[in-house]
């Protein structure tokens, strides 16, 4: 679909901002004809021919961007284009999946953080009863 003048005027010539607002992959065969992205940091970098796609976790959060590029003008298939797509979707389950594991482990720490805290309560009660009976005694 043709990108938004409107959204070009906001965002200005560059590639990553534009992507993250945009529902789709951006494939452009070659950024230094391309007159909206001709002076985009990627061009400056002599980067030609550029595919990106986002990184969305499952609530839909952008987790950041995957993106192709190309030193040579390159027209990306819809194969290519679908291929780019999916290692998004792997790569944004890959980070999700480390950033649960994360908080596990976060959570695992604090359970034996509260454990040890349990048992060392009930060393002290255990003491409390037995100094307590032998003062009845």
Known sequence: DPISHDLLATQGSHLTPLLL????SIAIQDLSMH????????AHHGVRGYLGTRLLSQE???LGILDLCSYRPRCFSP???SFIEQIGRQAS?????ARLFGKLRE??????RLNK???????????FRQSKKALLR
């Open 107 to 112: 959570k695992s720490l604090e359970m034996e």
């Open 60 to 62: 839909g959060d952008i």
């Open 79 to 81: 194969a290519e284009i």
């Open 93 to 97: 389950i890959a980070i999700e999946n």
């Open 35 to 42: 007159p909206e992205f001709s002076s985009s940091r990627q």
């Open 117 to 127: 805290q349990l048992i060392e309560a009930d060393r002290v009660k255990s003491e």
């Open 21 to 24: 607002h945009r529902q789709r």
